[in-house]
């Protein structure tokens, strides 16, 4: 926002310059910095429109920051008033949208240029000169922050009795207005509107009307100056494309206490530079004003700051900044400020908002930067991460590739493999391929299989992943979110009886000793898993798939391994590859374990890199091994590592009859 600094110099005699001006600002208030000519600008934030986004309202801060002679801000009562020419009503009609309009009648009124002076000002602030009326209407504005807006009274159409009538209501249905930049505007329902009996004279808080518009003709006018709701202003001003000097200060919330004092300005300045006379003066309240009063402890104020603030400076501050402070003692004889908040400041609503005032005109750099004090503890263990870690390895290891699918399915899938249960559906889903949150895993690893296998004789693939079910309550249902592993299987041989040995040995693997699977008749449903009587997942055969599902939450309490840090290694790793000739009913994940039994201080990792199985072979298939050797306190030699690949060759002949190539 652009100010005049010739204007804060009159407010501030004793500034020395405009440097002096913006290095306060800056240091203890707002992003400041100089323009061109008679001005600088200040970069508000939105809550502080109301108090500084005036002349005024710079002038109060500056004037806080340095310790300068408090604001002498002119005025003229309202109350004395010199004529009863006129007769007005004022009706709020949407009494959320508008919490207080004031309005006050002149006559007498001489239309003509305004002051250089006054030009000046509103040149140096981008508002272009218009006439004396229109000008000090603007001027008021810049000064004190509250817009305002002239209408000619005789201008004004229809009567109540013999005064005429301002109303603030919602447009109707079909209303429109000519602005005056002569722009037709449609209005809606949702808009604003001050009106007479007949029709809009202006679009509240946005743009004043032809309809009532001062002209060099206009002898008595009404000003007005109105107190609207933030929102309402911004979605009008955004629906009509009409951004204007008064919307943007409406829709960062305004003080309703800035009507009267900018209508006091207002009057002042009407008096002195068309010779109007001041008539009568209406305010109509549709809420109570809000006055802001806040305790906050000296301790507090010490232990947010982190430093130990004078009693006597805390109170200076405030009452520099327009606080009214009380003190007082609490139960504990805690030293405790009662704060009333400055009628402008509509940001002070707690005691951390008087906390952050006091900091900031105390100065920031004062204030010597320290390690934050905190407790720090080991972070608890989550056993279920380290299941996870360990079925990702288990299962690539086996030769397994890690999918991810969606959360959200339609409602073919969520019912493809139970058509007794179903996922919680979506009230507002994006189409109606993910209407359903998903209650198992299976049929998106299905799908996988079933895409995959158009490239290739054999597709593994495992996912750990969220299923979602409904769970009914008293009441109500609630959704059970859970943590699953699920894996699948497809190829030439019997995928069902791999995948059976997979899950029985992983789960061994984590320490369950009791498990049993047990033949369950429900839908394509072949196994049930359980360990100690505790239900830990299924497996099954569809369409010469095989499939598991696994509960982790429930593995993860069965575990019996602790969690360890390893450091990273320091010595590099040395791979090699074995390829053998091995029958296709043996099982790679129980090769894979046995070459990691060999010798688990150097067999840091085991990987199958590749499979074939065909008619060169009959009933053999064809596997390739990459094992990694690592030791922790040394570089392998090749001897050491040959020696290790020679018992690993040991090993698949006598153990698994296995062919080396």
Same mark, same amino acid.
């Given at each position: 926002?652009?100010?005049?600094?010739?204007?804060?110099?009159?407010?501030?005699?004793?500034?020395?310059?405009?440097?002096?001006?913006?290095? =306060?600002?800056?240091?203890?208030?707002?992003?400041?910095?100089?323009?061109?000519?008679?001005?600088?600008?200040?970069?508000?934030?939105?809550?502080?429109?109301? +108090?500084?986004?005036?002349?005024?309202?710079?002038?109060?801060?500056?004037?806080?920051?340095?310790?300068?002679?408090?604001?002498?801000?002119?005025?003229?009562?309202?109350?004395?008033?010199?004529?009863?020419?006129?007769?007005?009503?004022?009706?709020?009609? +949407?009494?959320?949208?508008?919490?207080?309009?004031? =309005?006050?009648?002149?006559?007498?009124?001489?239309?003509? +240029?305004?002051?250089?002076?006054?030009?000046?000002?509103?040149?140096?602030?981008?508002?272009?000169?218009?006439?004396?009326?229109?000008?000090?209407?603007?001027? /008021?504005?810049?000064?004190?922050?509250?817009?305002?807006?002239?209408?000619?009274?005789?201008?004004?159409?229809?009567? *109540?009795?013999?005064?005429?009538?301002?109303?603030?209501?919602? =447009?109707?249905?079909?209303?429109?207005?000519?602005?005056?930049?002569?722009?037709?505007?449609?209005?809606?329902?949702?808009?604003?509107?001050?009106?007479?009996?007949?029709?809009?004279?202006?679009?509240?808080?946005?743009?004043?009307?032809?309809?009532?518009?001062?002209?060099?003709?206009?002898?008595?006018?009404?000003?007005?100056?109105?107190?609207?709701?933030?929102?309402?202003?911004?979605?009008?001003?955004?629906?009509?494309?009409?951004?204007? +000097?008064?919307?943007?200060?409406?829709?960062?919330?305004?003080?309703?206490?800035?009507?009267?004092? =900018?209508?006091?300005?207002?009057?002042?300045?009407?008096?002195?530079?068309?010779?109007?006379?001041?008539?009568?003066? /209406?305010?109509?309240?549709?809420?109570?004003?809000?006055?802001?009063?806040?305790?906050?402890?000296?301790?507090?104020?010490?232990?947010?700051?982190?430093?130990?603030?004078?009693?006597?400076?805390?109170?200076?501050?405030?009452? *520099?900044?327009?606080?009214?402070?009380?003190?007082?003692?609490?139960?504990?004889?805690?030293?405790?400020?009662?704060?009333?908040?400055?009628?402008?400041?509509?940001?002070?609503?707690?005691?951390?908002? /008087?906390?952050?005032?006091? /900091?900031?005109?105390?100065?920031?750099?004062?204030?010597?930067?320290?390690?934050?004090?905190?407790?720090?503890?080991?972070?608890?263990?989550?056993?279920?991460?380290?299941?996870?870690?360990?079925?990702?390895?288990?299962?690539?290891?086996?030769?397994?590739?890690?999918?991810?699918?969606?959360?959200?399915?339609?409602?073919?899938?969520a019912t493809r493999l139970s058509s007794e249960e179903l996922g919680p559906e979506?009230?507002?889903?994006?189409?109606?391929?993910?209407?359903?949150?998903?209650?198992?895993?299976?049929?998106?690893?299905?799908?996988?299989?079933?895409?995959?296998?158009?490239?290739?004789?054999?597709?593994?693939? !495992?996912?750990?992943?969220?299923?979602?079910?409904?769970?009914?309550?008293?009441?109500?249902?609630?959704?059970?979110?859970?943590?699953?592993?699920g894996f699948a299987a497809a190829s030439p041989r019997e995928s069902f009886f791999?995948?059976?040995?997979?899950?029985?040995?992983?789960?061994?693997?984590?320490?369950?000793?009791? #498990?049993? !699977?047990?033949?369950?008749?429900?839908?394509?449903?072949?196994?049930?898993?359980?360990?100690?009587?505790?239900?830990?997942?299924?497996?099954?055969? #569809?369409?010469?798939v095989g499939l598991a599902e696994l509960d982790l939450e429930h593995i993860a309490?069965?575990?019996?391994?602790?969690?360890?840090?390893?450091?990273?290694?320091?010595?590099?790793?040395?791979?090699?590859?074995?390829?053998?000739?091995?029958?296709?009913?043996?099982?790679?994940?129980?090769?894979?374990?046995?070459?990691?039994?060999?010798?688990?201080?150097?067999?840091?990792?085991?990987?199958?890199?590749?499979?074939?199985?065909?008619?060169?072979?009959?009933?053999?298939?064809?596997?390739?091994?990459?094992?990694? !050797?690592?030791?922790?306190?040394?570089?392998?030699?090749?001897?050491?590592?040959?020696?290790?690949?020679?018992? #690993?060759?040991?090993?698949?002949?006598?153990?698994?009859?296995?062919? #080396?190539?």
């Open positions: 926002m652009k100010f005049s600094y010739p204007l804060i110099k009159k407010l501030l005699p004793r500034l020395k310059d405009k440097r002096e001006l913006i290095d =306060a600002l800056t240091m203890h208030a707002f992003e400041a910095e100089d323009a061109s000519g008679n001005t600088f600008e200040v970069s508000l934030p939105p809550n502080r429109y109301s +108090d500084a986004g005036s002349h005024w309202g710079i002038a109060r801060e500056v004037a806080a920051i340095l310790g300068l002679k408090k604001v002498n801000i002119p005025a003229r009562s309202l109350n004395a008033r010199e004529s009863d020419f006129a007769k007005l009503q004022v009706k709020i009609l +949407d009494k959320v949208s508008c919490s207080r309009y004031s =309005a006050q009648c002149f006559e007498n009124v001489s239309i003509g +240029d305004s002051p250089i002076w006054m030009r000046r000002v509103l040149e140096d602030c981008g508002i272009r000169p218009i006439n004396n009326v229109v000008d000090i209407m603007n001027y /008021v504005m810049l000064e004190t922050g509250q817009p305002l807006h002239a209408f000619d009274y005789d201008k004004i159409e229809g009567k *109540r009795g013999s005064a005429k009538v301002l109303m603030v209501r919602r =447009a109707k249905k079909g209303d429109s207005m000519i602005s005056l930049d002569k722009t037709r505007y449609q209005l809606t329902p949702e808009m604003l509107v001050i009106t007479d009996i007949k029709r809009p004279l202006a679009i509240a808080g946005v743009k004043g009307g032809v309809p009532a518009e001062i002209t060099l003709k206009t002898k008595r006018i009404v000003v007005e100056s109105a107190n609207f709701n933030a929102p309402d202003i911004y979605r009008t001003s955004r629906a009509l494309n009409l951004r204007t +000097d008064a919307s943007q200060r409406f829709s960062h919330e305004l003080s309703p206490h800035l009507t009267t004092i =900018a209508l006091e300005r207002a009057a002042q300045l009407l008096i002195e530079i068309t010779e109007a006379r001041a008539g009568l003066h /209406v305010d109509v309240l549709s809420k109570s004003l809000p006055r802001t009063t806040i305790r906050v402890s000296l301790k507090d104020i010490n232990r947010v700051i982190g430093v130990d603030i004078e009693r006597g400076q805390i109170v200076d501050i405030l009452e *520099r900044l327009g606080f009214k402070v009380k003190e007082t003692l609490g139960k504990n004889k805690e030293r405790l400020f009662e704060c009333v908040a400055p009628l402008l400041r509509t940001d002070i609503t707690e005691a951390g908002d /008087v906390i952050e005032e006091i /900091v900031r005109l105390y100065g920031f750099q004062k204030i010597k930067p320290l390690p934050p004090s905190v407790l720090i503890k080991a972070p608890e263990f989550e056993k279920i991460f380290g299941v996870m870690d360990a079925a990702r390895n288990f299962l690539r290891g086996a030769g397994y590739d890690e999918v991810y699918n969606y959360s959200m399915v339609d409602r073919e899938a979506l009230e507002n889903p994006i189409s109606n391929e993910f209407s359903h949150l998903r209650n198992s895993l299976l049929p998106g690893l299905l799908k996988n299989i079933e895409h995959n296998r158009k490239f290739f004789d054999e597709v593994k693939v !495992f996912e750990i992943g969220h299923t979602f079910s409904l769970k009914k309550r008293k009441k109500s249902e609630e959704v059970e979110e859970k943590t699953i592993l791999e995948i059976k040995g997979i899950a029985k040995t992983f789960l061994e693997d984590l320490g369950a000793r009791e #498990i049993t !699977f047990k033949e369950i008749k429900k839908n394509n449903w072949s196994l049930g898993v359980w360990n100690s009587g505790e239900f830990l997942g299924i497996i099954a055969q #569809i369409d010469k309490s069965l575990s019996s391994k602790e969690a360890h840090y390893e450091p990273i290694p320091k010595f590099p790793g040395v791979m090699r590859d074995v390829s053998f000739l091995i029958s296709r009913g043996r099982k790679i994940g129980f090769i894979i374990n046995e070459i990691f039994l060999l010798n688990k201080n150097l067999v840091r990792g085991v990987d199958l890199i590749d499979e074939y199985s065909g008619d060169k072979w009959p009933g053999l298939q064809s596997l390739t091994l990459r094992i990694i !050797f690592q030791a922790p306190d040394r570089t392998l030699t090749a001897e050491e590592v040959d020696k290790e690949m020679k018992r #690993i060759g040991d090993l698949l002949k006598h153990k698994f009859k296995a062919q #080396i190539r």
